[in-house]
């Protein structure tokens, strides 16, 4: 039986509109109230040896939402790593971003610069924030580093393997994701590390994401130490 924690969490972070709609408040009210979540998640992380954390909190289709809730989504990105970085420091925590960050304003990219650089040193939990980020637009991006490298004559293609790609992923220094939790009753990953995830164990729970506190990520942690992870082999114990 599995009885170590995850060393990397990955959290498909939904549910916030759904929140705040139920309570007849605007959808923004449930992204502020998810910020708690995240608090409490990267306290709960560090108390449990959780090395990694990954949040996913913005997708590239996320861009499609009306203008308004994308633009308080950025600020409240520029306004969180700004006013966290002190909290973050103390706990330990390094800050780091996945995605295509190109494309963000300037302002949210140096805020989410700065905090990563402030925080570079720690190295207690790792929390990387998924923004703008689309798992096919990650992948395609590493096949066009690849076909650069063979019509340069710097790779054949007999020399292209599984690690080639994986080190060309926003992730290439960071191990798979053990687990995912996807809050809110949905069932899919919406373009979430579609290659990291190849073998990773997958919790789904209904609870609303600004909900989830500490019951519900004992819950996840505890249901994933009782797994067998086999890797397709027959007994991996
Ligand atoms: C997740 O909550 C946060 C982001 C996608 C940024 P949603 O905003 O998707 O909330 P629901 O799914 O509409 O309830
Ligand atoms: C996934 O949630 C993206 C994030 C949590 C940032 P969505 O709410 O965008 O996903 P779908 O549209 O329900 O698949
Ligand atoms: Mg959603």
Request: aromatic fraction near 8%.
């Amino acid at each position: 039986m599995e009885s170590l924690p995850p060393v990397h969490l990955a959290v498909i972070m939904d549910g916030n509109g759904r929140w705040a709609k139920a309570r007849g408040l605007d959808r923004f009210h449930g992204h502020i109230q998810g910020v708690e979540s995240i608090r409490s998640t990267v306290e709960l992380c560090i108390e449990n040896g959780v090395r990694y954390l990954t949040l996913y909190a913005f997708s590239t289709e996320n861009w499609g939402r009306p203008d308004e809730e994308v633009h308080s989504l950025m600020e409240l990105l520029c306004q969180c790593t700004v006013n966290e970085t002190p909290q973050l420091k103390k706990q330990g925590v390094r800050l780091r971003f996945i995605g295509d960050l190109d494309k963000l304003d300037d302002k949210v990219r140096e805020s989410i610069h700065a905090c990563h650089v402030e925080t570079g040193e720690n190295d207690k939990l790792q929390l990387i924030l998924a923004v703008n980020y689309g798992a096919r637009n990650e992948i395609k991006e590493a096949v066009k580093k690849i076909t650069e490298k063979v019509i340069n004559g710097d790779l054949s293609t007999e020399n292209i393997t599984t690690d080639t790609i994986a080190d060309l992923l926003y992730t290439a220094d960071i191990p798979d994701p053990d687990l995912i939790i996807r809050t809110s009753g949905e069932s899919r990953l919406s373009n979430f590390l579609l290659w990291q995830a190849a073998y990773s164990e997958l919790y789904f729970t209904d609870v609303l994401w600004p909900d989830f506190g500490r019951e519900e990520f004992e819950k996840a942690i505890e249901n994933y130490k009782k797994r067998t992870r086999k890797f397709g082999l027959i007994n991996n114990k």
